[in-house]
């Protein structure tokens, strides 16, 4: 069945690095845009960085702008956000989704609702 798995969460100081891979199963991973999201408790899942099915659009949210970097290798059917400087604020639950690839898909990128896969979702904690 069409799976997608987080893995590379964990606990960091603020300052360090980390990165967050999505390994896509039983789907066709160049069909799908996909984006990362992240949750804390008691709010609502927001996006966090996308990217087009080929690789050659990306998007970030502001908080993380200059720090994320979102990339994908099709041949590996995974993704990966490559975080740096991460600071408190960045702890959350991180998810990974993929949104079927249409002509309006780029333009809901940061929509949730969008995302048709989903992850479990991987603990990120940054102490300060």
């Known amino acids: 069945q069409a799976q997608l798995v987080e893995s590379g969460g964990g606990l960091v100081q603020a300052g360090d690095s980390l990165r967050l891979s999505c390994t896509a199963s039983?789907?066709?991973?160049?069909?799908?845009?996909m984006g990362w999201f992240r949750q804390t408790p008691g709010k609502e899942r927001t996006f966090v960085a996308a990217?087009?099915?080929?690789?050659?659009?990306?998007a970030y949210a502001d908080s993380v702008k200059g720090r994320f970097t979102i990339s994908r290798d099709n041949a590996k059917n995974t993704m990966y956000l490559q975080m740096s400087s991460l600071k408190a604020e960045d702890t959350a639950v991180y998810y990974c989704?993929?949104?079927?690839?249409?002509?309006?898909?780029?333009?809901?990128?940061?929509?949730?609702?969008?995302?048709?896969?989903w992850g479990q979702g991987t603990q990120v904690t940054v102490s300060s």
């Open positions: 990217i087009s099915w080929s690789g050659d659009m990306s």
């Open positions: 989704a993929g949104i079927k690839w249409l002509s309006t898909s780029w333009g809901r990128r940061e929509q949730a609702r969008s995302y048709a896969y």
């Open positions: 039983g789907l066709t991973f160049t069909a799908l845009g």
